[in-house]
């Protein structure tokens, strides 16, 4: 569940991000977001897309979905696959729920990305802070992903706003916890 129950508003993004101390673009419109989810394959959570709707922080942390190269932001998205992959070829990472890890290393690659295929988009927010894209959701903790190095950093996108550019601290848990996002839960807990 999110910390709060009311949806995360334009004007409430505004806010926010009045708070980073950072240039801030027009927001992306539905039909500017709607094609950087069809380029790139992925969706973006409903608090991401509104986050975005009312404006683009600009700077080197920050994706510029409208005007940055592609070839970055695809290496941004890819982040935290590879970060896993990385982890299964050098630090022997194989959770027990993908079965018998294969002996030759190709092999083992190859079965993890089709597991990790499986698992939900996490999305950049902000730079190595990502959410999932998971269409229509809101209220999903961001996490800061490096490998599998996986923590929390707000237990929804406001939270995280709030906790790193507000100096606000991150609180406790919602009551019933974090919302879990399938797979990448697994490192935080």
């Not at 592609?70 to 050098?90: A, I, S």
Request: aromatic share 12%; hydrophobic share 35%; proline share 10%.
């Amino acid at each position: 569940m999110s910390t709060v129950e009311h949806a995360f508003t334009i004007e409430e993004a505004h806010d926010l991000q009045a708070s980073l101390a950072e240039p801030v673009r027009p927001g992306l419109s539905e039909a500017e977001l709607d094609d950087v989810e069809a380029r790139f394959g992925f969706r973006f959570a409903a608090d991401h897309r509104t986050f975005l709707s009312a404006g683009v922080p600009i700077g080197d942390r920050w994706p510029d979905w409208r005007c940055g190269n592609p070839d970055q932001l695809r290496k941004r998205l890819d982040w935290p696959v590879d970060g896993v992959l990385y982890d299964v070829e050098h630090n022997g990472f194989w959770p027990p729920d993908w079965g018998m890890r294969p002996i030759d290393l190709a092999d083992a690659l190859s079965r993890a990305r089709s597991h990790l295929a499986l698992a939900p988009q996490l999305v950049p927010v902000c730079g190595h802070r990502y959410l999932p894209g998971i269409a229509g959701s809101q209220g999903y903790p961001v996490l800061s992903v490096y490998q599998t190095d996986i923590a929390y950093y707000g237990y929804d996108l406001r939270g995280y706003l709030r906790h790193d550019f507000c100096d606000q601290p991150l609180g406790p848990p919602p009551p019933g916890g974090p919302r879990q996002i399938e797979f990448w839960s697994r490192f935080v807990e």
